[in-house]
């Protein structure tokens, strides 16, 4: 194929990211995967439809999903809907024989997922997730270095992930502060990042332990209303978690944390070594090499910075000596989507990463429910 077709099945913030990724990535990587080519949009009413159409580039546009993907010329559906709608977009769009491309987090909870990755396998067709921070490049060198033995055996970590913007009382409800339509809060929102980072980095997840809180207990209906409704989801959460390698790590999310912005943070230990990664700082990766020599007066020990900044093998444009952005970590998941696609492989991430990361998401709300360790389902 010379191009592959995008019908992108809603459009807020996330929808204009990923839509920004396409357009971008024949200028990145030049020849070398079919382009994306902006097919059809679909959002719920044909106004904001045919906004983003425009606004975008999109060659078509329709509220209707059914109208969406019986259009000529659609090969891939970028699912950036809501999570309680997800299901329905994803399991209309692998019975049309449509590839899925799906942001976080797969579904609503695990028996949703498990769903739709039976249907996908009956369908064979090709699904990627959006986990686009696996693709900061510190984090690709960080990956590296543990894989290579450069830590030796991990002991622990701490990751969190902060948000700030929830403090307000008077901020109105919305889908991400219901349970029904979100499928949980922090935890969900922020949380299926963390958790996917970690067991990216450090494998699969054995048994977790968590705590949730919600502050903010009843919200306005709308803004400027006096009618308030409850909260029903958590705004921070604390997980304790243990690896089936025998690391041991704790993670923490809030969209209350007060003075942050997009801070996501970790610190891995392990026996040769360690490192520190912050996304307020994403150009570099700390590692401590504890095998250099100690003596004397400390000798060469001490934490190296490592200038990991826009190294993307193969990209045309932009240099790798230059600043990384959210927006490219975005684009080179969707590169990672699309060369998959192309080539007939499957996408990583992609289904399993989606399915392995609701699972930890189940365990971690049942044990808020019990205050047990409860083990990650894994199948």
Sequence with gaps: MDTIGIAMVGYGMIGRVHSLGYRDLPLYYPGQFPA???????TSRPETAQAAAQEAGFAAWTSDLNALLALPGVDVVDCCVPNDQHKEVILAAIAAGKHVYCEKPLAMNGAEAREIARAAQVGGVHFGMTFNYRFIP???????????GALGQIYSYHAVFYHSGYQDPNRPLVWRMRRERSGGGALVDLGSHIIDLMRYLLGEYEMVRCVTQT??????VRAGSNQLAPVTVDDAAWLQARHATGAFGTLEVSRYATGTLDDLRFEIFGRHGALRFDLMDPN???????????EPLGGERGWARLETVQSYPGAASPPARTVLGWTRTHAENQAAFLRAVAA????VPGLIDGLRTQFVLDAAYASAESGEWVTVETE
């Design 36 to 42: 994306p080519r902006l097919a059809a949009v679909c």
């Design 138 to 148: 510190a984090i690709m060198r960080a990956r590296q270095l543990i894989e290579s």
């Design 215 to 220: 502050y903010v207990k009843e919200r306005p």
């Design 284 to 294: 570099w990766l700390y590692y401590y090499d504890a095998s250099r020599p100690a």
């Design 344 to 347: 007939g492989q499957e996408p």
